[in-house]
Nanobody, 136 residues
């Protein structure tokens, strides 16, 4: 059974770093594009980042660009989200999800709205997520 499990969240102070992991089982993590999403308290879930299925093209939302990095480790069958210079507004539950097959062109033209729409059309269920709290 194909499954993604998120881990790595925690409580950190502003300016600190965390690396989230999205471990795949039942399929190879480089087969599908993988997206990271987050849901802050009282807000809708939103796309944060994704990595393509055709190659390792990546996309980051403007709100995290320059601070977050997404990468894929095929040996570990895991996708990582490295987060640095964390801000209180990054506080959220973070989720990963397969988002189908996305080419380099798809990634180059990605947006938060588009990634949210792609996620809404996926048949996979959301996992439990991992909570990130940024607070002094």
């Amino acid at each position: 059974q194909a499954q993604l499990v998120e881990s790595g969240g925690g409580l950190v102070q502003p300016g600190e770093s965390l690396t989230l992991s999205c471990a795949a089982s039942g399929f190879s993590v480089d087969y599908y594009a993988i997206g990271w999403f987050r849901q802050a308290p009282g807000k809708e879930r939103e796309g944060v980042s994704c990595i393509g299925s055709e190659d390792d093209s990546t996309w980051l939302a403007d709100s995290v660009k320059g601070r977050f990095t997404i990468s894929r480790n095929n040996v570990q069958n895991t996708v990582h989200l490295q987060m640095s210079n964390l801000k209180p507004e990054d506080t959220a539950v973070y989720y990963c999800l397969t988002v189908g097959f996305l080419t380099g062109r798809d990634i180059a033209t990605m947006s938060v709205a588009r990634l949210n729409g792609i996620a809404a059309r996926q048949s996979d269920s959301w996992g439990r997520g991992t909570r990130v709290t940024v607070s002094s």
